[in-house]
């Protein structure tokens, strides 16, 4: 990858904007990422593409900081919008339009909010992504494709682990799955086993909390819990309590949102990592605070 990196810059820039979905800095890992959204869809496959494409190049055209884009920054929110259109709308032309305005309408406002140092995390695609499915369902309406509409047979096993992982890219297939870890197991070991520990997490909670089975086994109550447990990934006791702390909020935003039929995408996840870490600030602070005092 480092002769990647010399080689073909852009290319490389490109993969880490995908990587950087699970936070991972690694063209290997978007490379990975890749191939598990083709696997399961080359429609969503080519969706991520043009979307990252879109939102590299937005932040290029601006002028936006080199270092940032070049670590993907300004392609992860962008790859996410891709994928998402892919999958709730029929790809019809107005569609792929859509794809390349809201990736760059994400790589906008994810550069405000890094300039503002305010750590949003994956919220410009859902921001953006919450409008398109707005606009294309009251104001322009397209259709669904035969992929989200077909029914979808799920085996009662221990996969869902899995599929949380797969799910974080929309992607319910198993394979893709473990195609998703493994590409985070690659650039970070302790971050892909904290994944599958908080996807087992939520899925347990959810399960006491009488969530539907389908659902549970689709992933659909993990994925969100994948990400907020790598963010605390760490390798020390209070790392896992900091993440069972965001995986377990991200739960109750979750069922919260299917309540009252929200469509969640990653919100749960962004909502309950920042809340997290706003509290484990404030520990540091007040234990900062408290030594100097003593």
């Not at 019809?92 to 300039?115: D, M, N, P, Y």
């Not at 140092?117 to 294309?136: D, M």
């Not at 089975?213 to 969100?224: D, K, P, Q, R, V």
């Not at 749960?268 to 900062?288: D, S, Y």
């Amino acid at each position: 990858m480092e002769l990647l990196e010399r080689k073909l810059p852009f290319l490389s820039t490109l993969l880490k904007g995908v990587g950087q979905i699970m936070l991972q800095e690694n063209a290997l890992t978007g490379l990975l990422f890749l191939l598990g959204i083709f696997y399961g869809s080359i429609l969503m496959g080519l969706g991520a593409v043009l979307a990252v494409l879109a939102g590299t190049l937005t932040a290029k055209v601006l002028g936006y900081d080199k270092k940032e884009t070049e670590q993907g920054l300004y392609g992860f929110s962008a790859a996410l919008v891709g994928v998402a259109l892919t999958l709730f709308f029929k790809p019809v032309i107005i569609t792929w339009v859509a794809i390349i305005i809201g990736s760059a309408l994400a790589t906008i406002i994810q550069h405000w909010c890094i300039v503002k140092k305010i750590p949003v995390f994956t919220l410009p695609f859902v921001l953006v992504t919450w409008a398109l499915i707005y606009i294309f369902h009251h104001i322009y309406p397209i259709a669904a494709p035969e992929l989200l509409t077909a029914e979808t047979h799920i085996t009662n096993d221990f996969t869902f682990a899995l599929r949380g992982f797969g799910e974080v890219i929309f992607q319910g297939s198993a394979i893709s799955g473990i195609i998703f870890f493994i590409a985070v197991f690659i650039n970070s070991p302790i971050s892909a086993l904290y994944g599958i520990a908080g996807a087992i997490l939520a899925a347990t909670l959810s399960a006491l909390f009488s969530a539907p089975t389908e659902a549970i086994e689709m992933g659909l109550f993990s994925y969100n819990a994948v990400l907020c447990a790598i963010v605390f990934a760490g390798d020390k006791p209070k790392d896992g309590a900091w993440a069972a702390v965001a995986v377990i909020l991200s739960v109750f935003i979750a069922f919260l949102m299917n309540k009252f039929n929200f469509i969640q995408l990653t919100f749960p996840f962004v909502a309950a990592t920042c809340i997290t870490l706003a509290v484990k600030n404030l520990n540091i602070k007040q234990r900062l605070e408290q030594t100097i005092t003593d």
